[in-house]
């Protein structure tokens, strides 16, 4: 029964912020949540690490990544728009600019020329002379003998290159402008569903999940995601269409050095595929191993008390070293792996560039094409490799964000709890009368925990649970939030089915304050007024003076402006006990649950929270785990438990007089205080 107890119960009972007082932050929710669990094979390596499913789903992954987009086609048409455009200025301006070259080219021979001659009689010259590469280089360069260059006309092509290059410029951050505008909404919107979703999940998830997994889920995830729609998506754009317009621009220039530089094609994406799927291997590592890293150092901090109590120190810090180990390790190998893609790339594209060169320079000295040509096709076949090295890199950008979009996706994904069937309602403060028929439980199928429980509470009565450790008693209280629901019986408010009623409205008619007295950071008088947003500043210090906690405050230089510390360090562990009761006060419950409430404070601040508590239950039907029997025994009724079913119930001296379970925790606990005959003396409270 420990066992199970463990897996399920929140002492998990940090959702005492969350569920008692609606809180919806992440790391709120997150803080509710038990780190003892048990890994599973979704939870990846080394205790469930962060962004990284991948291959078998990146397929359908990838195109759901692509339709969060969607409600932004207008933005991407704009995009899609303006890349095209700046690609053809960017492709069409060596052209001109090889136009250019022909026209320093041409003028510098035809100055080299008799004026008296035509071009004909020149090349004919040239051949009757023994030069006949001379003469197939003047015959196509359609010089005028005699003539310059033509500065007006090379002004023109030049300033028409400037003014292109400049518009292309222009339209890339217009463009970037826009996508990043768009890729800010989707995030956004995307990291809303995951709050709205964090909200939604039944508690059982994370009870089978790492908190720093869930962390980087929702944080680091997102963020790679947001990285990978901004930078991947308008430079795949980019490249694939520079890559189109460059290769007709080749083809146009001439087909026979095109044919060569796409040789490199086929070559750049056997390497692509070789080394991206590799790296594609690696990066899913790096993710888990960071995840991980994440999950121990979120783990330490949390714990630094516990762990030097204990002296676990060299223990804590051989495992970040192992950890982070895994991580340097993960990590250079991607980065090793992926870094090899440019290289290649470039080694080929240098290859590629011998050729074109070689042959280029034949095809001019043969007269097949003009030097300007030869230069905007030399320039192209340069701009050509640069973007297949560019799809290339970012792919192992794509793949990485991908893989953090899978994880992000099974985290959408997963089962919300039981929707609400929303059929009945509650006055805005009900009585309080709560009936428990046949109620059966297990967190596990094969593991019963609770059986046929029955139990029926009149409005206004405080009942008080003890038991061992795994007996049922958080499970108890628990399924009277709807925590978790119930394998069969029922539970009633005021005669109403609580499935019948929404999760909100049942959780308005509930306060909780619990042993883990959590505290936000902001001032006494923010965490008071939690509990009830619109309670005026009379309301809270009216309840803080019935829950003591306008004693202590009083004596604070800020008074209920003091800020508490994120950790509410600055104030002792009975004072935030208290303020969390003031929380509960304000917010004027029907029902009251109280889980162990005094079992972290002293004998004397304990007389406190019983007086704060003794007026928080005031009119209220109120449920009181606890392990000290000295703060139940004025309840109606106590119930003892034990494995789930209910042993014995009834008043403190009953149950005293009886002799049984209840007797025996009792003796256990004041065995020192008196003698067995004298048992139902002792003065306890």
């Known amino acids: 029964m420990a066992r199970t107890q463990k897996t399920k119960t929140p002492k998990k009972a940090k959702t005492d912020v969350d569920l008692a007082a609606k809180e919806s932050a992440v790391e709120a929710v997150l803080e509710g949540i038990d780190d003892e669990f048990v890994p599973t094979e979704a939870d990846g390596d080394l205790f469930g690490g ?154 059982r998830y994370f009870d089978t999940r790492q908190r720093g997994d869930l962390m980087s889920r929702v944080t680091n995830d997102v963020d790679n995601i947001q990285t990978a729609l901004q930078q991947a998506f308008s430079q795949l754009i980019q490249s694939v269409l520079m890559v189109i317009g460059i290769g007709i621009m080749m083809f146009i220039v001439s087909w026979q050095l095109a044919l060569i530089a796409l040789i490199s094609i086929p070559l750049s994406g056997v390497i692509a595929g070789v080394i991206g799927s590799r790296s594609q291997k690696l990066f899913k590592q790096q993710w888990n191993a960071t995840g991980s890293l994440n999950g121990h150092i979120e783990e330490s901090f949390s714990g630094l008390e516990l762990v030097r109590a204990f002296g676990r120190d060299g223990v804590m810090l051989e495992e970040f070293d192992a950890r982070n180990q895994k991580l340097y390790s993960s990590m250079v190998g991607a980065q090793f792996v992926s870094g090899m893609i440019m290289p290649a790339m470039n080694f080929v594209s240098y290859l590629s560039y ?156 509930v306060g909780m304050v ?57 104030v002792s562990a009975g004072e935030r006990q208290l303020i969390t009761i003031a929380r509960a006060f304000i917010a004027n419950p029907s029902l009251l649950i109280l889980d162990e409430a005094t079992s972290s404070v002293d004998t004397r601040t304990e007389l406190l929270v019983q007086h704060a508590m003794a007026a928080l239950r005031t009119d209220r039907t109120s449920f009181v785990i606890a392990h000290r029997l000295s703060t139940i025994r004025d309840a109606h009724t106590i119930l003892v438990m034990e494995n789930g079913d209910i042993v014995e119930q009834g008043d403190h001296a009953t149950l005293l007089e009886k002799r049984g379970a209840y007797y025996e925790l009792y003796m256990t606990q004041f065995r020192g205080a008196a003698t067995e005959e004298e048992a139902s003396e002792v003065p306890v409270g």
């Open 354 to 509: 011998v050729l074109i060169a070689v042959v280029g320079g034949l095809r001019v000295v043969s007269g097949q094409m003009t030097i300007g040509d030869a230069t905007a096709f030399i320039q192209y076949s340069r701009e050509f490799s640069q973007p297949i090295g560019q799809i290339a890199g970012m792919a192992n950008m794509l793949q990485s964000g991908v893989a953090s979009a899978e994880r992000t996706f099974e985290f959408l994904d997963a089962d919300d709890q039981t929707p609400d069937h929303e059929t009945q309602h509650l006055p805005e403060r009900a009585d309080g009368r709560v009936q428990l028929e046949d109620v059966t439980f297990s967190y596990d199928p094969e593991t019963p925990l609770i059986t046929d429980l029955s139990l029926s509470v009149s409005p206004g009565q405080t009942v008080a649970i003890v038991g061992p450790t795994g007996a049922g008693k958080t499970t108890l209280v628990n399924l009277i939030m709807r925590f978790y629901e119930l394998n069969g019986g029922a539970i009633r408010l005021d005669g109403i089915d609580t499935t019948e009623l929404s999760r909100a409205e049942l959780r308005g008619q």
């Open 50 to 203: 962060t962004p990284a499913k991948k291959a078998e789903h990146f397929w359908p992954s990838f195109k759901r990544l692509l339709s969060l987009l969607k409600p932004e086609w207008l933005g991407m048409t704009w995009v899609t728009l303006l890349v095209v455009v700046s690609v053809a200025l960017i492709v069409i301006a060596p052209k001109i600019l090889g136009a250019a070259t022909d026209v320093i080219f041409r003028g510098s021979i035809g100055l080299s020329l008799p004026a008296n001659l035509t071009l004909d009689q020149a090349v004919a010259a040239a051949r009757a002379a023994g030069q006949n590469q001379f003469a197939d280089v003047l015959a196509g360069s359609g010089a005028t003998p005699g003539q310059g260059i033509d500065f007006v006309e090379l002004g023109r092509l030049l300033m028409i290159v400037i003014a292109m290059y400049l518009v292309a410029s222009l339209l890339q951050w217009w463009q970037g402008y826009i996508l990043n505008g768009l890729v800010m909404r989707v995030v956004y919107g995307l990291r809303a569903d995951i709050e709205k979703k964090l909200n939604r999940l039944p508690l």
């Open 514 to 570: 619990l042993q883990d007295a959590w505290l936000f950071s902001g001032t006494i008088r923010e965490n008071i007024r939690y509990g009830r947003l619109d309670a005026t500043d009379d309301e809270v210090i009216e309840a803080a003076k019935a829950t003591m906690v306008d004693r202590f405050v009083r004596q604070l230089p800020d008074g209920y402006d003091t800020v508490i510390e994120s950790d509410g360090g600055n």
